[in-house]
């Protein structure tokens, strides 16, 4: 069971990054996936969730500008970020939460996104 | 500013006993959502130590413990060890945000 992070780099301000997620070991289309960062030397932010059925729920700081989405033929989790801003400089991870039980057990190793000029 | 607030630094010597505190509100711990911790050691992914307030996944040491009363909830660590030293997370749902809250974490030092 594992998760891959990319998509990760230097984007100007007011721009649009993509950032991906393939599983294996499981189908993220069964499970509630998860998008948290961690910005330099701060703590963990949940920013936004897709449950199995596909609805979704975004933090008040990403909401409108980012949007979760799953590609079920990939297997794969991603996170459209639009209208970027310096302080979406951060660690992003995607993470499955456990099934049946709560928390977010497994957790990709993380893509780096820095918002500068 | 946390929804959910723990104390910045823990600390304690080798083989002693510490503990975390997650405070949140009737919003969130106090509605009886469950709680999760973590633990972060340096340039890592989060590892998740316990879900649902006081269960361990396979593989945790039983010497982290959860519990949880009204709007509070707490992480123990028993038999301190020098790799128990990291960051430590708590997390919830919050139906006023209607979505997930990360505590604002604890740094635990052995001694």
């Known amino acids: 069971v594992q998760l891959v992070e990319s998509g990760g780099g230097l984007i100007q301000p007011g721009g649009s990054l993509r950032l991906s997620c393939a599983a294996s070991?499981?189908?993220?289309?069964?499970?509630?996936m998860n998008w948290v960062r961690q910005a330099p030397g701060k703590g963990l932010e949940w920013i936004s969730i897709?449950?199995?059925?596909?609805?979704?729920k975004y933090a008040d700081s990403v909401k409108g500008r980012f949007t979760i989405s799953r590609d079920n033929s990939k297997n794969t989790l991603y996170l459209q970020m639009n209208s970027l801003r310096a302080e979406d400089t951060a660690v992003y991870y995607c993470?499955?939460?456990?099934?049946?039980?709560?928390?977010?057990?497994?957790w990709g190793q993380g893509t780096t996104v820095t918002v500068s000029s | 500013q946390s929804v959910l607030t723990q104390p910045p630094s823990v600390s304690g010597a080798p083989g002693l006993r510490v503990t975390i505190s997650c405070t949140g509100s009737?919003?969130?711990?106090?509605?009886?959502?469950?709680v999760h911790w973590y633990q972060q050691l340096p340039g890592t992914a989060p590892k998740l130590l316990i879900y649902?307030?006081?269960n361990r996944p396979s593989g945790v040491p039983d010497r982290f413990s959860g519990s949880k009363s009204g709007t509070s909830a707490s992480l123990a660590i028993t038999g301190l060890q020098a790799e128990d030293e990291a960051d430590y997370y708590c997390q919830s749902y919050d139906s006023s945000l209607s979505g997930y809250v990360f505590g604002s974490g604890s740094k635990v030092t052995v001694l």
């Open positions: 897709i449950y199995s059925g596909g609805s979704t």
């Open positions: 070991g499981f189908i993220v289309s069964s499970d509630y």
């Open positions: 993470g499955r939460e456990y099934p049946d039980r709560g928390g977010v057990d497994v």
């Open positions: 009737r919003s969130n711990i106090g509605a009886g959502y469950g």
């Open positions: 649902d307030n006081t």
